[in-house]
């Protein structure tokens, strides 16, 4: 029982990193867009450049980031 909890608390933990880490990836880049303006652009009340900008261009990095990072983890 409580080796099941702890793996809740450690999966749980990951989620939020992974989750932060994807958010981190958005917001950084060459262009200045912060925090405040990648989550406007994912719930769609950001202007449509900003919105082009994350989901075309740093959206598909940070999940082909995200996705190289997990299969070298798996094949390492």
Do not use: H, K, Y
């Not at 405040?36 to 950001?46: D, E, K, S």
């Amino acid at each position: 029982m409580i080796l099941r909890r702890r793996s809740g608390w450690l999966f749980g933990g990951l989620i939020a990193i992974s989750t932060a880490a994807v958010i981190a990836a958005l917001a950084s880049g060459s262009a200045d867009v912060g925090f405040a303006a990648v989550w406007q652009a994912l719930t769609g009340n950001a202007p449509d450049n900003i919105e082009n900008l994350v989901w075309q261009l740093r959206m598909p990095r940070a999940l082909t980031a995200f996705g190289v990072g997990g299969l070298l983890a798996v094949a390492g």
